[in-house]
């Protein structure tokens, strides 16, 4: 098997002024990563940007031309700094209404006709269609190739499972380790460059870490065809044996955390 | 006081395909956020880019065309894929030489002259200067208005020290918190909004929270003038008690951690 398949491409456009601030930890990139890759996406790039129109709708605009899906967080709640929907009817070109699926929710929650901030929640593009949301509260919606979801990690989690389903994803990454123990990335660089260099179609990186126990390097072999991950497998190995490094760990079952002493 | 201080701007640029790939959350953006916060600098926008030379160049020579700083982290160290100097000194039209003082510190540190991998991390741009790494291992460096950091957090937070005198900094931005239990953000919205409007240079945001003791949102008061902030914060109050939403609580202790039902 050749790795011939097509590759699928997704960006991550984070909207909110709480992580550039550094009051909220990001971990929505991170969970979105994960569950990409294992639909066969590639995540290719990230941005984020402030609650500020003009640059969500160039973020976005610049982003879903670009790669096959843009997924983003943040910004469709209630209140005055919600501005998500606004900003990807206007990229789009087209007017937001209030969608009575929504309105309906809405009302049967509040018990009564929803006042305007909540109205603000039911506004979806025209053309988009709703994102279930599992954990209670407005659903988000996909329009073209976007997916507009809540910043809540929790919340958008859950939504991802309703977006899933829609991706047409590509060949899945598979994601291999050799751990080398008590030798550094100085030492493992030039052989492992080597077996990059014959593999172009692979990532190859090396995370170093160092703990009271000792130190050494997670080289990760990232691919789409299982035969070439195995055989470059082997290739690093000898390659590294060559260097002297011996007694590399494929595939540990207890990664040691990424922490270098140098860069 | 006026806030009529100048806005001083910044960027990140986080260079690294295992942010990408999931394998790694990343944690140094929150880091430089609040760094930079404490600096009077405000973080206007951020990227995540995969190890490839394309995208950092354009990457980087968008945002600091843009901002009056930008902060990268990640790529620095002897691998191959660590290619973050090659970028910066392609950006800006530069060469890259070795920095006698960097190959002294890996003589002295290995003990004899460094290898090939050993001395990719000893280039700089002509024209840079050193960032500092207190934590043991090779700088980072400055050229132009761009920082280039390591990407493992306790070896970049160490560089942030060498950094922050040499920005100029903005008035420093004052967050206060005005938080509300046991009501939601649709009823908020409202006078939230209303306040919000009537003070266009500062930044009002909602996040809501729920636990298993009550629900409700913490208000988000952040600008540049103290008595603005104070002013508003009264304004806020009375706004909130017009709509019914009684017994806010002014910087509580405490924060409790943004998790909505909700958007």
């Not at 990563?33 to 940007?49: I, N, T």
């Not at 670009?66 to 606004?86: K, M, S």
């Not at 699926?101 to 006709?113: F, K, P, S, V, Y």
């Not at 593009?125 to 809540?150: Q, S, T």
Request: aromatic share 6%.
């Amino acid at each position: 098997m050749k790795a011939t398949a097509e590759r699928v491409t997704a960006a991550v456009l984070i909207i909110g002024d709480e992580i550039l601030s550094g009051r909220t930890q990001d971990t929505n990139l991170n969970a979105i990563a994960k569950f990409l890759g294992a639909h066969g996406v590639d995540l290719a790039e990230a941005r984020v940007v402030g609650d500020i129109k003009d640059e969500i709708i160039a973020a976005l605009n610049a982003l879903r031309g670009r790669y096959d899906y843009v997924l983003t967080t943040g910004g469709i709640g209630p209140t005055h700094d919600d501005i998500t929907a606004d900003c990807v009817a206007e990229a789009f070109g087209v007017e937001l209404y209030e969608h009575p699926e929504i309105i309906a929710m809405l009302t049967a929650r509040w018990g009564a006709e929803p006042n305007a901030a909540r109205r603000r929640m039911a506004r979806v593009p025209e053309g988009g269609e709703l994102i279930k949301n599992p954990v209670g509260g407005p659903p988000g919606f996909m329009i073209g190739n976007v997916f507009v979801m809540a910043g809540v990690p929790q919340v958008m989690r859950g939504m991802l499972e309703d977006v899933g389903w829609r991706l047409k994803g590509g060949a899945v990454v598979v994601s291999r380790t050799v751990r080398v123990e008590g030798f550094g990335e100085g030492l493992i660089a030039e052989p492992l460059e080597r077996v990059a260099k014959a593999h172009p179609d692979m990532s190859l990186g090396s995370y170093p870490f160092f703990t009271p126990d000792g130190y050494g390097s997670n080289l990760v072999l990232r691919g789409r065809d299982p035969d070439e991950i195995e055989a470059t497998i082997g290739e690093l190995v000898d390659a590294l044996a060559e260097a002297g490094i011996t007694g590399p760990i494929i595939d540990p079952p207890a990664p040691v955390a990424s922490q270098a002493t140098g860069a």
